[in-house]
């Protein structure tokens, strides 16, 4: 079969060779008309039978005409066109609702919301981020909320036109209070002996509480601690740390403690016991923030410190190869006459740069002479001779006038009524120099002489003598039962070039506050056949106040700081105090022992132990070497320049050793204790009682007392002392060579002074003081 291509389709040649039906082949062949057939258009539009003219209209011709919907639409690029304005204002109104949101909210709610207080909320001892002071409920807040409305601001004792606002308050009146670590956020009592001073109670928190609106510290006659004694001691050192605990992370509540730099500290209290016993102490007093009370490590070389100078003032026992002359003589009767016995500051000006310094420094590079310095509110006492019940006031310093004498003229040292107060008769000894007047007081507040409450207090402005006309000097001021009792000016305390030292200033260090109720035979005679036991210090409230525009609290002021130092050396003081208990190794000596030494029983380089140290929790990296050379020097482990070992043998061997040498030391002892048994027992039977030997030794009582007498006499009659005149003398030149001075000053200086501020001269006279009847020199 043979497919032949027609005109538009393929059929057969032959039909009957076709497999489909007749009609398709009829179709085929043109017999039918297709459909291509039936609906083909001519070429030629207009033959199709419709108008395709452009004029004739149709009903759906505008589904076909763009034109009519852009017509509206620009197209000339012009940026300032209505769509592009529409387009630009959306954006701009999006971008400023962003800003609003982010910026302007931020902004408008800092502007209208109250203004936050700046009064404190400490965080390790500072200032909060934003100042402010948090809302604590339960009223642990720095201000007492139960301070009354009246005492928020008081004038200043120095000067009324001066306000002073209220920074910090505890008026005790929440009952059944505690005060052991972590109890409160700004107390903790002591829990130590007080070996300093040589006191004869135990300090306990359990002799400090609250009851009936005061802090109520008891003083009790209790076996404690191999003392007869409990007392309290209550502070709010910053950093407060348990001394069963002395090295623990420090608890959120003891990073709360309170300190201040300049102001008005006042308290309302009862004194202890009856007003003619002698022996109690009771105190209210402050103290820099570098210084714990009771640890005397913290103490040396820090108190009773206020120096910002580099000389002879900073060494120990204030002299270099035994000069100035001055500090050997006239200085403690009680030592042969020597000055000091400090063992020089520790702080001072004269630290070299990579030292342990806690800073700041000057201008010239060198350090901020730093320190622990004293100022007391108060000390009770009775006048062992009169027995006169009064209050010393004062404030300690370092390093020390010749012969403990400052400058206490009548410009530096104000008596407001020499009546009841007079200068102390102690002015200093070995450790300390005083500025120290005593008051008599009210004998109906004592607690068992009425027990009226009095308030005490001291305002002070830190720093150097400004020797400034304009400005008031710096100073110290103290009250006592509600009034001015005294007060000093720091100029008092300037250059002494007899011992060679420089000025001290009015204390700049932040100050904590303490209260403590306890018993020394430092302070004065203990009369314990008439002291009645217990006896309580009774505090109303304890407040500080600080000029509006000058408030400074927090315990590490930026240009005092006192935390990073503190920290750094909580290591140190642990190893002071276990090297005092005869060990050179601690518990942490003890942990890198047992736990990376003996446990592995392997070698280790000093950097792989200053890694693993910090994972013994309590090892700081820096602080491994000197746990590592503990462990050296106790021969518990050994080592070769940087590799470092111990085996458990050779632990049991150096301990076994150790008991060995203990025996031995223990069987010398025993052999000089029946020595000296012996010596006694046959001095004993030499010195036989008898009517010559007791009439010998009542002879000898009776010149004791006829030596007492006499020194009573001489003491009567010091007035006639050839030194106390010279001193004298002494004194009337340089007040005269200071009153010259201070005319020629003045008559230099007040012509410069009206011409350049245009002051009437009636004021200058009247700011200073002076007389009418002084007539100027112009």
Known sequence: MTLVRSQSAWSFASNSDSPYPDSVNRRSRGEFPSIYEKLALAVDPQLWGSDLSANVVESDDELHTPEKKTRDVEHDGNAWSKRGVLNLGFLLLLCLGVMSLFIGYPVAHSLLSPSPSTQGAFNIGGLNASGQVPAMPGNWGLIDLETPQEAQTLPSWKDASQTMQLVFSDEFNTPGRTFYP?????????????WETNNLEWYSPQAVTTANGSLVITLSEKNTHDLNFQGGLVSTWYGNLSSTTLFRSIDPMDRNKFCFTGGYVETSLVIPGANNVLGLWPAVWTMGNLGRAGYGATLEGTWPYTYDSCDVGTVQNQTLNGQPEAATVNGDAGKGGVLSYLPGQKLSRCTCAGEDHPGPKHSDGTFVGRSAPEIDVLEAQIDQNTFVAEVSQ????????????????????ILADPSISQLNGFMGNVEQQATSVVTATNTSCYEYDGG?????????????????????????????????????????????????????????????????????????????????????LTIDYIRVYQPSNAINIGCDPPDFPTEAYINKLKWHREVSQQKKNGSNYSKYSMKLLSRVHISNKDFYQLKELERLGPKLKGIVSQSVKE?????VDDGLVQGDKIVFWSFPSHQGAVIQGRVENAKEIKASHQAQLLEIQQSISNEKSIRVESAKRTAAITKLQGLKRELAKLDEEL?????CDPVKLEETRRAITLGKEAAIRWTENYSILLPHFLSQSMVPIEDVRKYLEIDEEYEDIM
């Open 627 to 631: 746990v590592l050379q503990s462990l």
């Open 715 to 719: 003491t009567a009659y010091g007035a």
């Open 182 to 194: 972590g109890d409160d956020p700004y107390w903790e009592a002591a829990d130590l002996h007080y």
């Open 394 to 413: 004062s404030a300690q310093w370092a390093p020390f006038n010749q012969a403990y004498i400052w400058n206490n003229d009548s410009d530096n040292m």
């Open 452 to 536: 009226c409450f009095q308030t005490y207090g001291f305002e002070y402005k830190p720093g150097f003598d400004d020797a400034n006309l304009l400005f008031p000097p710096q100073y110290i001021t103290w009250i006592s039962s509600g009034k001015i009792s005294w007060g000093l000016n720091v100029a008092g305390l300037g250059a002494d070039s007899a011992v060679n030292i420089s000025a001290r200033s009015v204390p700049q260090e932040p100050m904590y506050l303490l209260a403590n109720l306890g018993m020394s035979t430092n302070f004065g005679p203990v009369d314990l056949n008439h002291l009645q036991f217990p006896v309580h």
